[in-house]
């Protein structure tokens, strides 16, 4: 199967299952600053996934100014972006890890 994302992921789990021989063929080239991302193809590593992971925190600290008006004490620091980025990056990472454990349980290359 060319492609380890969500297509080639399915495709290849589902032909082992059927007793196929199968192997998954999946490269992607680095980018000029050696960016390299792992399985899930361009939505789980650049794409959809972390988007709406970024969505998602911006929503929350919006939900913090509203929650006020609501009768909460909320008492925020700020943000540090670099926390958000590390939290988003380790996401994908464990998605990308939990792909190859699923691939090896069904016998794939």
């Known amino acids: 199967v060319i492609g ?3 297509g080639g ?3 290849s789990k589902a032909a082992s299952e059927l007793g196929a021989k199968v192997a998954l063929l999946d490269f992607v080239k680095p980018s000029p600053h050696g960016t390299t991302w792992g399985l899930g ?4 590593n650049v794409g959809c996934i972390p ?7 911006a929503m929350s600290g919006e939900g913090l100014h ?11 620091e700020g943000h540090v972006w670099e926390t958000l980025v590390d939290s988003v990056r380790n996401y994908i990472r464990s998605l990308n890890f939990g792909y190859k454990v699923q691939l090896r349980e069904k016998g794939v290359k």
Do not use: I, Q
């Open 4 to 6: 380890g994302g969500s």
């Open 9 to 11: 992921l399915a495709c």
């Open 66 to 76: 509203d929650a006020e008006s609501f009768g909460w004490k909320v008492k925020s």
């Open 41 to 44: 193809g361009t939505c789980v």
């Open 51 to 57: 988007k709406k992971l970024f969505h998602h925190a």
